[in-house]
């Protein structure tokens, strides 16, 4: 077996592997011998067929296979030999395959990157700077107030308060458009933040004076450019029951 470089650029090779025809017809004859004890034809004894006919009946399965195991066998040598170590699957594609016949030479192309040599570092000698970042008083003040949005304690209000802008309002809602209720767009005991503006333009506003209880159609319309486009632009009323305040 001949393996010739054909690319050394950087960090990228390429090779041919050429298998002679002899080669491989020994590889052959090696698979059919392994495997004649076992083998049981018509009008002969287990282990007892000829060679020129198990050559003949199984030949061919068993070249394709003595092929391939070749093949590996040479690429796992060169990696061996070479140190090389590919970033990737190499890209291995049969030289003028589509007019290979048994008797032909075999000559597979292969290519791919190496992965670079990473030299030995005396991380010893390495000197490292600390980068220090002081934040100003806005920036400060700007994750200050973040945190207390986000970190918000919301208690049930007393009987019969009505909801006000900055409240939370737990809720039952079911979603219709042309009477029809469209999918995601029902829920229970969910906790909306008036003024969040976590829904679509218009929906929290309209839940601004209700108390716990109530029942209220909320009228809105999606946005042109809502993300489901079966809804986008569509006129849709939510029926919603307030359960807490």
């Known amino acids: 077996m001949q393996v010739t ?35 049981e ?19 061919e399965r068993i070249m394709g296979e003595a092929m391939q195991e070749s093949i590996d066998g040479a690429m796992q040598e060169h990696f061996e030999a070479s140190g090389d170590r590919p970033a990737m699957q190499p890209q291995v594609t049969m030289v003028d395959g589509e007019n290979w016949k048994a008797g032909d030479d075999v000559e597979v192309a292969m290519s791919y990157e190496a992965l670079p040599e ?10 490292l700077e600390r980068m220090v970042v002081k934040a100003g008083d806005d ?14 304690n919301f208690e049930s209000r007393k009987k019969g308060s009505k909801s006000k802008d900055g409240d939370q309002v737990v809720i039952d809602f079911l979603g219709k458009v042309d009477d029809v209720a469209f999918e995601g767009g029902a829920a229970e005991d969910y906790p909306l933040v008036l003024g969040s503006n976590s829904f679509i333009p218009g929906f929290e506003e309209q839940l601004v004076g209700v108390k ?27 029926e919603c029951k307030i359960k807490d305040v």
């Open 5 to 39: 470089e054909t690319l050394n650029e950087g960090l990228k090779r390429a090779y041919t592997i050429k298998l002679t025809a002899a080669e491989l017809d020994v590889k052959v004859d090696e698979k059919l011998k392994e495997a004649q004890p076992d083998i």
């Open 41 to 59: 034809m018509k009008g002969f004894r287990k282990g007892k067929v000829p060679m020129a006919l198990l050559k003949k009946q199984y030949g």
């Open 118 to 127: 990473i030299p030995d570092v005396d991380l010893k000698g390495i000197k």
């Open 139 to 152: 920036e400060v003040e700007e994750a200050l107030k973040s945190l207390a949005e986000t970190a918000q």
């Open 212 to 238: 716990a209880g109530d029942e209220k159609n909320v009228e809105v319309s999606f946005p042109e450019e809502y993300q489901a486009e079966h809804l986008a632009g569509k006129a849709a009323i939510f």
